[in-house]
């Protein structure tokens, strides 16, 4: 009695995960001809980290994330780096182009704003002046262009931009298109079925989400038939709103024999794509919000290979969500996605996206109607494989709240402000599940016993699958209020991964199996 031991290890942990950056967009603009350089209004980079930010630096100025300056005419390359206190560092390129308007000392002047059709202003727009005067200007951080043209001179003006696509397109546009087309929620703007048109062929259709999900995933960096912006005048009244594609609006304004200056001559943006309005303020943050999604690390019996269910944290009333995840390549060697036995209706391989190179996964899901998503069921399976067996898989597995595209998002409704995902964990072969399911042993070779508990008396129906989805067994069984539990012979079954699920009057709940 009273005896004892002890032991100690040391512990160590190392951050070797690389911070993010993501630097604005390039910036152009065009200056009066008797000027040398410009001031620059540089929005800041954006910089995340899973430990804790060191330092930003640039190389143009001391401003670190913030690059805001004078800038000569002509080219001019800022790299941003970031660092945490680890050592680990990245980098991202932003370039500004100063050019001199040999023409803006005109005799009359064409001025006006540029704003989304939310009222956000576009920058960086390319306004063309063709005709008897040839001259480009840019649109500046406010929207505003200017340009100088000769007393008498007969013009065409066409704005364009066609860069950063993925710019105001998010799962949210995915289930307003997807309501509209639908009927359950009409588009009430003629610039949001212009948005929708995602490949200009004047049909909102499925096939337009088939093209934005592939866009958001990152499958396509364009939409093929169409540009990222299109643009129209501002005092442009459309014959019929409710049917704007079916009419030819003009996205080219002619100014025949210039008398005048002209101080208003204002555009509207509309970025393909988006229908909720938000292109131009991808660099805001997502309210402090968040939604947990949870892991759990199932060991799959061979050494280094592990199953990860990743399900919500609890039951919550969804329409759909966009993840961003990437894994440590040093210590993952292979990712696949397993999404059979997914709860989430209509999920499958288009909604996955993986880049083995760099060890990122993006996965998009969404639902015209806000449903009530289980804590018990999975959202999809992780199948890790280790180069190594010291660790576990999760340790190795980072949700990105910025990701490279685009920030990781969930919303619960169209009407409500998005939250932020972020993960807990579980520990190895737990689950939550409302029968209270369970199978015992687990691991087994020859039998196992499945447990679970009904709130009433009756007839509920056993099945078996194995992870890929395929249809191994069932049973129906007559159950009794309070806890129920039988022997289920496996000895039949291939090593491998199975779930059980009971099908019950109070809806389905399953659990992971593993046969040795």
Same mark, same amino acid.
């Given at each position: 009695i009273g005896n004892s031991s002890t032991c100690s290890a040391e512990v160590t942990v190392e951050d070797n995960i690389a911070p993010e950056i993501i630097c604005p967009e390039n910036i152009q603009l065009?200056?009066?001809?008797?000027?040398?350089? %410009?001031? !620059?209004? #540089?929005? /800041?980079?954006?910089? *995340?980290?899973?430990?804790?930010?060191?330092?930003?630096?640039?190389?143009?100025?001391?401003?670190?994330?913030?690059?805001?300056?004078?800038?000569?005419?002509?080219?001019?390359?800022?790299?941003?780096?970031?660092?945490?206190?680890?050592?680990?560092?990245?980098?991202?390129?932003?370039?500004?182009?100063?050019?001199?308007?040999?023409?803006?000392?005109?005799?009359?002047?064409?001025?006006?704003?540029?704003?989304?059709?939310?009222?956000?202003?576009?920058?960086?727009?390319?306004?063309?002046?063709?005709?008897?005067?040839?001259?480009?200007?840019?649109?500046?951080?406010?929207?505003?262009?200017?340009?100088?043209?000769?007393?008498? %001179?007969? !013009?065409? #003006?066409? /704005?364009?931009?066609? *860069?950063?696509?993925?710019?105001?397109?998010?799962?949210?546009?995915?289930?307003?298109?997807?309501?509209?087309?639908?009927?359950?929620?009409?588009?009430?703007?003629?610039f949001k079925f212009i948005a929708a048109d995602a490949n200009d062929d004047e049909v909102i259709s499925t096939f337009d989400l088939v093209l934005l999900q592939s866009l958001i995933l990152g499958n396509i960096d364009q939409v093929p038939g169409n540009v990222s912006w299109r643009f129209l005048p501002a005092d442009y009244d459309f014959d019929n709103p409710n049917n704007p594609l079916a009419e030819a609006w003009p996205e080219i304004i002619v100014y025949d024999t210039l008398e005048t200056d002209l101080p208003s001559e204002d555009w509207i943006a509309i970025k393909t794509g988006d229908v909720s309005g938000d292109a131009g303020l991808s660099g805001l943050r997502i309210p402090e919000r968040g939604i947990p999604f949870r892991l759990t690390e199932i060991p799959l019996g061979n050494e280094g290979t592990f199953l990860i269910k990743v399900s919500l944290d609890r039951t919550q009333s969804l329409s759909g969500f966009q993840l961003e995840l990437s894994s440590d390549r040093e210590k993952i060697k292979e990712v696949e996605v397993l999404h059979a036995h997914s709860i989430l209706p209509g999920i499958g391989e288009d909604n996955f996206f993986i880049d083995p190179e760099s060890g990122l996964l993006r996965m998009v899901w969404y639902h015209p109607i806000p449903l009530e998503i289980s804590s018990d069921g999975a959202l999809f399976y992780l199948k890790i494989g280790m180069n190594g067996t010291n660790?576990?898989?999760?340790?190795?597995?980072?949700?990105?709240?910025?990701?490279?595209?685009?920030?990781?998002?969930?919303?619960?409704?169209?009407?409500?402000?998005?939250?932020?995902?972020?993960?807990?964990?579980?520990?190895?072969?737990?689950?939550?599940?409302?029968?209270?399911?369970?199978?015992?042993?687990?691991?087994?070779?020859?039998?196992?016993?499945?447990?679970?508990?009904?709130?009433?008396?009756?007839?509920?129906?056993?099945?078996?699958?194995?992870?890929?989805?395929?249809?191994?067994?069932?049973?129906?069984?007559?159950?009794?209020?309070?806890?129920?539990?039988?022997?289920?012979?496996?000895?039949?079954?291939?090593?491998?991964?199975?779930?059980?699920?009971?099908?019950?009057?109070?809806g389905q709940s399953s659990i992971e199996f593993i046969k040795h």
């Amino acid at each position: 009695i009273g005896n004892s031991s002890t032991c100690s290890a040391e512990v160590t942990v190392e951050d070797n995960i690389a911070p993010e950056i993501i630097c604005p967009e390039n910036i152009q603009l065009s200056i009066p001809a008797d000027e040398d350089e %410009a001031f !620059v209004d #540089v929005d /800041p980079v954006i910089a *995340t980290d899973n430990c804790n930010i060191e330092i930003i630096t640039n190389n143009f100025n001391s401003g670190g994330e913030n690059a805001t300056d004078w800038y000569p005419v002509g080219t001019t390359s800022v790299e941003f780096t970031v660092q945490d206190f680890s050592g680990n560092s990245s980098t991202c390129e932003l370039f500004v182009t100063v050019v001199q308007d040999t023409t803006s000392q005109g005799d009359l002047t064409i001025s006006g704003f540029i704003h989304s059709w939310a009222g956000v202003p576009v920058n960086q727009v390319t306004i063309e002046f063709s005709g008897d005067q040839d001259t480009t200007v840019y649109s500046e951080s406010d929207g505003f262009y200017s340009a100088g043209l000769s007393f008498g %001179a007969s !013009v065409s #003006v066409s /704005p364009e931009k066609d *860069t950063h696509w993925i710019d105001g397109v998010s799962t949210i546009d995915l289930i307003l298109i997807q309501r509209h087309i639908l009927q359950i929620e009409l588009f009430d703007s003629p610039f949001k079925f212009i948005a929708a048109d995602a490949n200009d062929d004047e049909v909102i259709s499925t096939f337009d989400l088939v093209l934005l999900q592939s866009l958001i995933l990152g499958n396509i960096d364009q939409v093929p038939g169409n540009v990222s912006w299109r643009f129209l005048p501002a005092d442009y009244d459309f014959d019929n709103p409710n049917n704007p594609l079916a009419e030819a609006w003009p996205e080219i304004i002619v100014y025949d024999t210039l008398e005048t200056d002209l101080p208003s001559e204002d555009w509207i943006a509309i970025k393909t794509g988006d229908v909720s309005g938000d292109a131009g303020l991808s660099g805001l943050r997502i309210p402090e919000r968040g939604i947990p999604f949870r892991l759990t690390e199932i060991p799959l019996g061979n050494e280094g290979t592990f199953l990860i269910k990743v399900s919500l944290d609890r039951t919550q009333s969804l329409s759909g969500f966009q993840l961003e995840l990437s894994s440590d390549r040093e210590k993952i060697k292979e990712v696949e996605v397993l999404h059979a036995h997914s709860i989430l209706p209509g999920i499958g391989e288009d909604n996955f996206f993986i880049d083995p190179e760099s060890g990122l996964l993006r996965m998009v899901w969404y639902h015209p109607i806000p449903l009530e998503i289980s804590s018990d069921g999975a959202l999809f399976y992780l199948k890790i494989g280790m180069n190594g067996t010291n660790y576990t898989a999760k340790e190795f597995l980072q949700l990105r709240k910025n990701g490279t595209l685009w920030k990781s998002k969930v919303f619960k409704d169209v009407v409500d402000l998005p939250f932020y995902p972020y993960f807990v964990n579980q520990e190895q072969g737990q689950t939550q599940n409302s029968l209270k399911l369970s199978v015992d042993p687990n691991p087994s070779v020859q039998n196992t016993r499945l447990s679970f508990y009904l709130p009433g008396e009756e007839t509920v129906k056993i099945r078996v699958f194995d992870i890929a989805g395929n249809f191994m067994w069932d049973q129906s069984y007559e159950g009794k209020k309070g806890e129920n539990s039988l022997m289920v012979s496996v000895k039949d079954f291939p090593s491998g991964m199975y779930l059980f699920r009971i099908e019950s009057s109070n809806g389905q709940s399953s659990i992971e199996f593993i046969k040795h």
